[in-house]
Nanobody, 122 residues
């Protein structure tokens, strides 16, 4: 059974860097059949895609967040990490990681983490 679990601080101060980790069990982040993605949902708004990381660690970022976003991974721990720099209160959201079958060209997210609330506030 594939499970994804997000972890990280629930509160971040403005201008700091947000770092969240997605730990995957039941599959490998190097599985060539999948990408791994981060999305977020600000309060009262819809889902916003942040970016993808492929099985080979190639990354693709949303144009609106690209200048502040980076993904990394630790294959020994089967983890994908999101870093978002220079955060503002507008980055307050529930952050999710998800698995994306390569065959769906990014259209389907077939496994999700439960999400983690991040609040940006001083």
């Amino acid at each position: 059974q594939v499970q994804l679990q997000e972890s990280g601080p629930g509160l971040v101060k403005p201008s700091q860097t947000l770092s969240l980790t997605c730990t995957v069990s039941g599959d490998s982040i190097t599985n060539e059949a999948y990408f791994w993605t981060w999305v977020r949902q600000p309060p009262g708004k819809g889902l916003e895609w942040i970016g993808y990381m492929s099985w080979s660690a190639k990354t693709y970022y949303s144009s609106s967040l690209k200048s502040r976003t980076s993904f990394s991974r630790d294959t020994s721990k089967n983890q994908v990490t999101l870093q978002l720099t220079s955060v503002t209160p507008e980055d307050t959201a529930v952050y999710y990681c998800a698995r994306v079958p390569r065959s769906t060209w990014g259209e389907v997210f077939d496994r999700w983490g439960q999400g983690t609330q991040v609040t940006v506030s001083s």
